[in-house]
């Protein structure tokens, strides 16, 4: 059994408001909370950038891959206009 953190960062430089940017985490947050993992926003105050913290739990390697394909693929398919960067740590 593995514990995976994840961390996604987005750009968002068209948004002006952070009532802007919680409209998009939330859209976000709903889209990825379909996958059974949890979620958090850990943005700062600055509108442009949002930071969300991923936790779930895997049984194998495969299945962490496989997960993280499933959080990509979401994140393209529905906010693709939106750019964000992944990093992980496996516990």
Do not use: C, W
């Not at 998009?24 to 993992?37: A, D, G, P």
């Not at 993280?68 to 990093?87: A, C, G, P, T």
């Amino acid at each position: 059994m593995h514990i995976v953190n994840l961390l996604i960062t987005l750009d968002l430089p068209y948004v002006e408001s952070l009532k802007g940017r919680r409209k998009i985490l939330n859209s976000i947050k709903e889209r990825l909370s379909k996958l059974n993992i949890s979620i958090l926003d850990i943005s700062s105050e600055y509108p442009k950038e949002a930071e969300i913290a991923i936790v779930f739990l895997a049984l194998s390697e495969e299945d962490i891959q496989k997960r993280l394909q499933n959080i990509e693929k979401i994140l393209d398919r529905y906010f693709s206009d939106i750019e964000y960067s992944i990093s992980y740590e496996i516990l």
